[in-house]
């Protein structure tokens, strides 16, 4: 068992880092949101899920692959798979504003108890997946093959899949560029201002409204395109993957330490790659178990997870 | 605007002893004749009325007066009642099945596992606060209900079947379709667990859980011991699911790992809000509605949880305190941590 694992090793680590950065996606959306209104954002799985049907539909219906298209290739590959990414953000990006809008607005406003968002948000989630479910008929919905999944070569024994090399490229400039909008840009300092102390944020002139829609949009445009890598990767949705994923996502914004983006990345990277390692030695039933056990252990001993709440700084 | 909570307690306040009596004994005839309606409007479609009324309605009422002292009471979000439900329940499958004893006699011991379980995750998962904690819970009842499904000693997948009835008492036989009397006997149950949470309330352990509600470090510093109470309130929370749970095994007679996912916490936590957090009669109401309502409107049969979660959301966004909103006066704190 031990030899074996030391022989697949390295590509375990490659498929761990690309579901990790899948999670690191997803855990953005969760931790934007948090890091600005100290809130789960519940039906952030289902914005996900809805990103994955994103891709689906502009490869099925928009470029007409079916089960028994070949694969494409060179240029036209690439504009596909993009076109496919900026749908998936789009969707889930707009979806996300959608549902702050309905769900979250008018209770924020009026500064209601803390529950009241979060099943406000679990109704929120259960109407995007029973709608989901009906238009789909409870069924699973696979992706026609877009891309031929072959090998790129070694890597220190690892074999780079295509599918994960891009993932784990295309994640790695989504996060970087993610990063530098919240330093750099004005809606992204605006947001560090709402997070550090709102009601100062709001005196100081920032459109508290504007900002928290800005908050959404950006997790959900992660969100989208963790749905879109999760099609690229796995080539089948259904309606109630969001849940799982979600569940998995949350845990590693947690793990990070939620409401702070480098916890989520390094929280995502984390789980990811644990995950893909118990699944190895105990079976795939069991690495929910370890996950949790691990989470268990890193807050008895840094409640606050790895990295401290907050974006920018630690809450008093 | 119009505050039934309020109205309700100030009849309560101003009425003498008689009259007190008398309307709770009104309201235990009101319950108890309910499985008697079932040719009226409140007739359920597609499922039996009278089982519905057992299954979910009276266990959701159960476990959401669990999940009250846990949420309500003391504030702290618990993400993964569901464990103590599943614990209790399969104690039932698995010594009604093994060993001679019978629902009564597992009963007590169904109770003092779930609260154990609730003592062994309390005591890490409580130094942590709200969100984290719930997650923690959220990740128990997980590890519990997988657990459960790898397990190919205590069923697997396939789960338990064959689950004893509890026995004849006063003559009166628990077949699998007599739901009267199971809803009878869970009203007792219910009734003492209401019981059981008012006596506490007004007690030392309900004021601690009130300040431990309210600010926790201001609590703490007056010498509350925040610690202890928190794990008083997680592991009476734990005795009530395990309760639930193990009738619950003794009315469907056969439980598997799928009664237990995540989705039955969060109906329950949505019981919980939705009816009102912290008032009992709330939270009753809210299990009420929320367990009956998905079988009532079941003859839009496809589209039924979607308009529950629409329910939800409208409900939250006209009523965030819920039905029966707990009493006003707390309302003027400011929130915790709006900084």
């Keep these: 068992m031990l030899s074996n694992f030391q022989d697949q090793f390295a590509s375990l680590t490659v498929g761990g880092l690309s579901l990790g950065f899948i999670y690191v996606l997803i855990a953005l959306g969760y931790t934007m949101v948090y890091g600005v209104l100290r809130m789960i954002n519940f039906a952030n799985s289902e914005v996900f899920m809805y990103g994955t049907f994103a891709t689906i539909i502009v490869i099925r219906d928009l470029f007409g692959f079916t089960q028994q298209s070949e694969p494409a290739t060179g240029f036209r590959l690439v504009y596909i798979l993009f076109l496919c990414l900026i749908a998936s953000m789009l969707m889930s990006g707009i979806l996300s504003i959608f549902l702050e809008l309905v769900a979250y607005r008018r209770l924020r406003n009026r500064g209601s108890n803390k529950l009241a968002p979060l099943i406000s948000a679990i109704g929120m989630s259960i109407v995007l997946a029973e709608f989901m479910r009906i238009l789909t008929d409870s069924r699973y919905v696979g992706s026609p093959r877009v891309m031929e999944k072959k090998s790129l070569g070694t890597f220190f024994g690892a074999e780079l899949r295509l599918d994960n090399v891009i993932i784990i490229v295309a994640g790695l400039i989504l996060f970087v560029s993610l990063s530098q909008f919240v330093q750099r840009t004005r809606l992204g300092k605006a947001i560090r201002a709402v997070s550090m102390n709102e009601d100062a944020a709001k005196l100081m002139g920032v459109n508290l409204n504007f900002v928290v829609s800005g908050t959404f949009l950006v997790g959900g445009l992660m969100t989208g395109a963790a749905g879109f890598f999760y099609v690229l990767k796995y080539e089948n949705t259904s309606f109630n993957i969001g849940f799982e994923l979600g569940i998995a996502a949350f845990t590693a914004a947690i793990l990070g330490g939620i409401g702070n983006i480098k916890g989520a990345f390094y929280g995502g990277i984390a789980l990811g790659l644990l995950e893909t390692y118990a699944s190895f030695f105990l079976g795939t039933q069991w690495k929910a178990v370890t996950v949790f056990i691990v989470l268990v252990f890193v807050l008895y001993f840094r409640p606050n997870g790895v990295f401290g709440e907050a974006i920018t700084q630690t809450r008093a | ?339």
């Design chain 2, 1 to 339: 605007m119009f505050n039934l909570r309020d109205w309700g307690a100030g009849v309560w306040e101003r009425s003498g002893r008689p009259v007190r009596v008398l309307i709770a004994l009104g309201a235990i005839a009101a319950a108890a004749s309910l499985p008697l309606l079932g040719g009226t409007f409140l007739n359920t479609p597609i499922a039996d009325y009278g089982s519905v009324l057992v299954f979910p309605v009276a266990i959701f009422v159960i476990m959401a007066l669990g999940l009250n002292i846990v949420i309500g009471k003391s504030g702290l979000l618990d993400l993964g009642y569901v464990a103590f439900f599943a614990i209790g329940a399969y104690t039932m499958g698995i010594l009604g099945t093994k060993t001679g004893l019978n629902s009564w006699e597992i009963l007590p011991i169904g109770i003092a596992m779930a609260m154990f379980a609730g003592l062994i995750l309390g005591v890490p998962a409580l130094r942590l606060r709200g969100d984290y904690l719930a997650i923690i819970t959220l990740g128990f009842g997980e590890i519990v209900r997988i657990t459960a499904l790898n397990l190919n000693s205590i069923g697997g997948a396939n789960g338990i079947v064959g689950i004893p009835t509890p026995p004849t008492i006063f003559g009166l036989e628990y077949t699998f379709d007599n739901h009267r009397l199971y809803f009878w006997t869970f009203l007792i149950i219910i009734l003492l667990t209401i019981w059981m949470i008012r006596r506490l309330s007004v007690r030392r352990a309900g004021r601690a859980w009130e300040s431990i509600r309210q600010d926790e470090d201001a609590a703490e510093l007056m010498g509350v011991p925040t610690f202890r109470y928190k794990i008083w309130a997680f592991v009476l929370g734990a005795s009530v699911g395990g309760a639930a749970g193990v009738l619950y095994a003794s009315k469907t007679l056969f439980i598997s790992p799928d009664n237990f996912t995540l989705q039955v916490s969060i109906l329950i936590l949505a019981c919980v809000v939705f009816g009102g957090m912290g008032n009992i009669w709330g939270v009753v109401l809210g299990a009420i509605i929320l367990g009956y309502l998905p079988d009532r409107i079941r003859f839009i049969s496809d589209a039924r949880l979607l308009v529950f979660g629409a329910v939800l959301v409208l409900m939250m966004n006209l009523r965030p305190d819920g039905l029966l909103p707990r009493k006003k006066r707390e309302k003027a704190l400011p929130e915790k941590g709006q900084s």
